[in-house]
């Protein structure tokens, strides 16, 4: 739940999210004050709530909201007052904003940052306590760089762009716009690039660094390596969950969404509109082209040249059954297609054999 001390109008929340008023006239509208965003659970009758999936359609009846989002489909089976919409999670989303209690740093450079003379730091961005930029940075108009964020030499970060505490961009990285990095998060950290020597490993010095496409989402621990030679690049709009680990010179195409834990190997390549649930793995070297599903936990080995959804691993089940599948998937070799072959091989001759006999 959100709230904050300066109230919308439900009138002025319709109009910003183009919605039709049902329940209610305009006029109505105009004096109801809405205070928050919640459940339908829970929302007060000074709050909003939304409706988008038909499985909460029972929770409808004992809402005490003061309006719901919905569509017109469902809003024929409700009384009370509505937001009509045609997609009432977007609509949810876009109104968030409205009540959003995150707090934002006063315009201005703290007393204990530590800004490099040759930086640029737009007069209206915001740099917090013990920030630290570095020689030739450009920090871009409304950027909030919150309380111990590190931002290397070279690097751009573009306007309206968040980072969040202890965030770390390292040097000669890009930025977009709007982009939001969130705490702990590891921006351009080198890549795990080694080659075998006489039983040693020698390091190879990274020598690319990191892009990242505007209205992108950056989550929290998580982190993108810079590339060896080119730079490792996140197109726009994409949204990287928490914990999620993203190797040098993998390109990830615009509006690809990546769940928590998900780990991405050197060199791959992810197209547009991707979706990996959460645990995914995929190794180097690889492509996936545009509108893949990976679901959880699944281990991507080789390139997906079509779209659809993929999936490996097997489901839950309770461990004296898997201990039993387990066995038998040992036991799988003895099953090959080559065995096959030959028994069915065998199973012909004797049939033909038995032909012979019954026709000497």
Excluded at 207 to 222: E, F, P
Excluded at 289 to 312: F, P, R, W
Excluded at 314 to 321: L, N, P, R, V, W
Aim: charged share 15%; proline share 3%.
């Amino acid at each position: 739940m959100t709230t904050l001390d300066i109230p919308w109008t439900l009138a002025a929340l319709a109009e910003k999210i183009n919605a039709t008023l049902q329940g209610i006239t305009p006029e109505q509208a105009a004096h109801v004050l809405i205070e928050g965003m919640a459940p339908l659970t829970t929302a007060t009758p000074t709050q909003l709530a939304f409706l988008a999936q038909s499985r909460y359609r029972a929770e409808l009846a004992r809402t005490q909201a003061a309006a719901v989002l919905m569509t017109i489909t469902e809003a024929q089976q409700f009384k009370g007052v509505s937001l009509i919409v045609d997609n009432p999670y977007a609509a949810f989303a876009i109104l968030s904003h409205c009540f959003d209690n995150t707090p934002k740093l006063a315009v201005g450079i703290h007393s204990s940052a530590v800004v490099h003379a040759t930086a640029i730091v737009h007069e209206s961005a915001a740099v917090g306590a013990h920030v630290v930029i570095e020689a030739n940075s450009c920090i871009g108009a409304d950027v909030q760089l919150q309380a111990g964020v590190f931002v290397g030499a070279r690097c751009q970060i573009g306007a309206g762009s968040f980072l969040g505490p202890h965030a770390v961009v390292q040097h000669d990285c890009i930025i977009g716009e709007r982009v939001r990095v969130h705490s702990g998060a590891v921006i351009g950290a080198d890549g795990f690039g080694f080659a075998p020597d006489k039983g040693q490993w020698q390091r190879i010095a990274q020598l690319g660094a990191v892009q990242i496409g505007s209205d992108s989402r950056i989550g929290a621990n998580t982190t993108i390596d810079r590339g060896a030679l080119d730079d490792t690049i996140i197109g726009h709009n994409v949204i990287i969950d928490n914990q999620v680990q993203i190797g040098h010179n993998v390109h990830i195409g615009d509006y690809t969404a990546i769940a928590a834990c998900c780990g991405i190997a050197g060199s791959t390549r992810i197209g547009q509109h991707c979706i990996l649930a959460g645990g995914v793995g995929i190794v180097g070297h690889i492509s996936i082209t545009d509108n893949v599903h990976l679901t959880g936990m699944t281990m991507v080995t080789k390139s997906i040249e079509q779209a659809g959804s993929y999936s490996s691993g097997t489901a839950m089940s309770e461990s004296k059954h898997w201990k039993k599948m387990a066995v038998q998937l040992r036991q799988l070799p003895d099953f090959s297609l080559l065995n096959m072959q030959k028994q069915i091989q065998a199973l012909q001759a004797e049939v033909a054999a038995l032909k012979r006999q019954d026709n000497p």
